[in-house]
């Protein structure tokens, strides 16, 4: 599955007295990737059944910037920042998967050059799939319609079919399913250490598996508001249009961030709950029931990030990889 949709874009709030950063989270092959404020940590399970962990600082540069609190430009700079890393974080949970392989007498691993590669086509894939495929075929399906908003709802009808029925049809592969089992597997911990829960498998199994500030939330906001602004546009000749699609997109994400942002913190609202539920609901496609084994990586990755920030006294992980081992299956 393209890291378009991998990348989970979750801001947690937290009900304690305590001041803690805010964290995000990933889904990757085997395993979830947690963020803070300072400090990321993955935690994957091996094919001996280990939990890999691994640990790194946030660049200083983006996250403790002036601009990372700037309204709008943050959103540019983090959702770019959080592409990269849930690359980074992918390409380490695809690395510890094929650890035993080897070609040639040498162990087999996935470089930077592939990471990089597979950014580009994942976001060409995103924009072209979402974005440009749909308004060519709003074009051709659409010539006899008159107004801008019209020809705008029609081509975001479009989009939001192919984007439910791309869900619809990923859901269906066994490895895209059990992705998403690691997804709903970080909502809940996350949801869990909200409210205040033992991290522990089976009292963090009662949790929900949708949380208000999912990516999968985040992504459904741009494709609705993409209609209004590609309305206000109008219908100039179809190589602006396509052109306006490619440019807007990460504008129009930057403004969702933000809406997403101000929603979660409200969201025990009845008002805001009612408004954001419909577009919670989604989220149903891209998580599924996760196993205890899945929460125990989930709940590890939580707490090597918490660990790491001085937030709690368990011993912080060093950046780089260590095994902890293997759990009772």
């Given at each position: 599955?393209?890291?378009?949709?991998?990348?989970?874009?979750?801001?947690?709030?937290?009900?304690?007295?305590?001041?803690?950063?805010?964290?995000?989270?990933?889904?990757?092959?085997?395993?979830?990737?947690?963020?803070?404020?300072?400090?990321?940590?993955?935690?994957?399970?091996?094919?001996?059944?280990?939990?890999?962990?691994?640990?790194?600082?946030?660049?200083?540069?983006?996250?403790?910037?002036?601009?990372?609190?700037?309204?709008?430009?943050?959103?540019?700079?983090?959702?770019?920042?959080?592409?990269?890393?849930?690359?980074?974080?992918?390409?380490f949970s695809a690395n510890v998967a094929v650890e035993d392989l080897e070609e040639d007498g040498e162990k087999v691993e996935i470089g930077s050059g592939v990471m990089y590669g597979m950014l580009v086509l994942s976001l060409a894939f995103g924009i072209g799939l979402f974005f440009v495929v749909p308004l060519l075929l709003a074009h051709v399906v659409?010539?006899?319609?008159?107004?801008?908003?019209?020809?705008?709802?029609?081509?975001?009808?479009?989009?939001?079919?192919?984007?439910?029925?791309?869900?619809?049809?990923?859901g269906r592969l066994p490895d895209i399913r059990r992705t998403f089992m690691y997804h709903g597997a970080e909502h809940k911990t996350i949801n869990a250490f909200e409210d205040n829960a033992a991290l522990e498998p089976e009292s963090v199994q009662r949790y929900s598996t949708i949380h208000p500030r999912c990516g999968t939330t985040l992504l459904l906001f741009v494709l609705v508001i993409a209609i209004f602004v590609f309305a206000?546009?109008?219908?100039?000749?179809?190589?602006?249009?396509?052109?306006?699609?490619?440019?807007?997109?990460?504008?129009?994400?930057?403004?969702?961030?933000?809406?997403?942002?101000?929603?979660?913190?409200?969201?025990?609202?009845?008002?805001?709950?009612?408004?954001?539920?419909?577009?919670?609901?989604?989220?149903?496609?891209?998580?599924?029931?996760?196993?205890l084994r899945q929460l125990e990586v989930s709940i590890a990755a939580l707490r090597a990030v918490i660990a790491a920030e001085g937030l709690e006294s368990q011993p912080a992980p060093v950046a780089g990889s260590a095994a902890l081992a293997p759990q009772p299956g």
């Open positions: 599955m393209p890291s378009f949709f991998r990348i989970v874009l979750l801001m947690a709030r937290m009900s304690t007295p305590l001041k803690l950063p805010t964290y995000g989270g990933q889904a990757v092959i085997e395993g979830v990737m947690m963020r803070g404020k300072k400090q990321l940590c993955v935690a994957v399970r091996n094919p001996k059944g280990e939990i890999v962990l691994h640990a790194e600082p946030l660049p200083r540069r983006v996250y403790d910037s002036p601009l990372s609190n700037f309204p709008f430009l943050r959103g540019l700079i983090l959702l770019w920042d959080m592409l990269i890393l849930g690359m980074k974080t992918l390409m659409g010539r006899s319609i008159n107004g801008s908003f019209a020809a705008s709802l029609l081509e975001g009808v479009i989009r939001l079919a192919f984007f439910v029925g791309y869900l619809l049809l990923m206000a546009i109008g219908t100039p000749p179809l190589p602006v249009r396509v052109v306006s699609r490619v440019l807007c997109v990460p504008l129009i994400a930057a403004v969702c961030y933000e809406w997403i942002r101000f929603a979660a913190k409200h969201i025990e609202h009845p008002l805001m709950h009612a408004f954001m539920t419909p577009a919670m609901a989604l989220q149903k496609l891209t998580t599924r029931e996760p196993e």
